[in-house]
């Protein structure tokens, strides 16, 4: 393959890349903000690890803080609907 074919290829290829990444930050941070507006208020301090991709439908995340009610450290999961973006979330887990 000559260079210039190489470096067409490249070029046509790389701004998809830079799309899909900004597209998966985006989603990552639709599931964090989602996640910590569904705890706010159960979990203070809430500490929200979002699985980078999800499964194929939906958003994973966890969400780990301090319990409103139980006054111990607790852990929920959150669930983001791909397609619809609404999310749903698990009772309160002992980590």
Not at 14 to 37: G, H, I
Request: charged content about 25%; some cysteine; aromatic content about 6%.
């Amino acid at each position: 393959m000559s260079r210039a074919v190489f470096a067409a290829l490249l070029l046509a290829t790389t701004p998809a890349l830079a799309s899909s990444e900004d597209a998966w930050k985006e989603f990552r941070e639709n599931v964090q903000t989602s996640c910590a507006k569904a705890v706010a208020g159960r979990l203070k301090d809430a500490k929200i690890d979002v699985d980078p991709f999800g499964s194929d439908s939906y958003g994973v995340a966890i969400a780990r803080g301090v319990s409103a009610d139980a006054k111990a450290p607790r852990a929920i999961v959150c669930i983001f609907d791909k397609r619809s973006k609404a999310v749903e979330t698990s009772g309160e887990l002992t980590p």
